[in-house]
């Protein structure tokens, strides 16, 4: 661990950074989901619930993250779930079964919720400590990392790369980051006693009882209309252009690095469009994106068009989730933290019930169906959000 006198808040974030980019890493076998899925012989019903293992890892931890963080601190959490989620990428990769796929799969999403709120308090205390705010670009830096990954895995799948050496080389790269990111992420042990008892004076003055948690519920829907359409295209969007289209392993997996790269644009520039006309609003006009995107995707016959829905859906959704932790956590009544943890088990729930649904309507009619869910929920995000907005 770096002495105190050499960590600062600049130092800092670029450790925190370089952890949401490492996260962002861990999506590299997104773009070789359908050459699993060929592998394995699934079903489309089945290929929905052997996808959704990661999201029901995710699930099943409950608040077991807050507990480790509160005890071991977030770096240490970050640094030894990150290194336990890059194993077991290696091993889903390296997998001889779906089974075995889902297992591993389970468990990188157990680790994954750890990395997810250890990373996310680290953000926040160097936030505190920098004195301005950083979330929305911490959060650019993961979608960068997956485009990294996505990459990655569309040029591994084009030249036809083992899968097992692609996901093994990817784990390594991960755990060398890991280690940097634990490194160069101290923050001092004043400098967080200050932030401790200011938390605590903001918890003490805002007790919660249950009546001051149902204003949380349409904010968690949001969460979970707002992953969706990251979650559909993630997990099926390179199917659909292998199955619709005809399609190769690589171009198709182009389809996630489109969307995720849209992403990135989006989230750049939310921030200077919320100042102007707040979050709640460009939220809504994302939702409508989303809902505008999923229908080119759905009605397009030709494959190139499928690229600039996917497009629009990386634009529109970018500020939707941001929107809902944000708003979340400036619920009055509330202790610091209620609103954006319930906000976070649910946009989990999306997760993992978002594919097998998707999969029982591919099973029961085609992928492009399926895409009319995307268009739910940009409608749904667009009403949710636009009623948030302010008042004037």
Known sequence: MLGQSSASPGRA???VSLNFF????????????????????????????????MGAGALVVGPLPARFIARHGALKVALVSTIGAALMLALASGAASPLAFAVAFFLMGVLDAHIDAAQNTQGVAVQIWAGRTIMSSLHATWSVGATVATLAGSLAAGLRVPLAVHGGAMAATIIVLALACYRMGVIPPDVRLAQLHSK??????????????????PLALLGVVGVVPE??????????????????????????????????????LSDPLADRYGQETVASVGGGLVAAGALVVIATPVAPLVYVGLVLIGVGCAPIVPTAFSAAGRLPGLASGTGISLVGFALRLGLTLNSPLMGAVAERSSVRAAFGIVVIAGLAACLLAWRYRPRH
């Open 231 to 268: 979650d559909a295209t993630n997990n099926w969007a390179a199917l659909y252009l292998v199955d619709h289209f005809g399609l190769g392993y690589s171009p198709a997996g182009m389809a996630v690095t489109v969307m995720l790269v849209a992403q990135v644009i989006g989230r750049l």
């Open 22 to 53: 490492t996260n962002g890493l861990m999506l590299t076998l997104v773009p070789r989901l359908p050459e699993i899925k060929q592998a394995f012989e699934l079903s489309d019903d089945f290929y929905g619930i052997v996808v959704a293992a």
């Open 13 to 15: 974030r670029v450790g």
């Open 200 to 217: 605590q004076k903001a918890d003490q003055q805002a007790p919660a009882n249950w009546r001051r948690l149902l204003p949380v519920l």
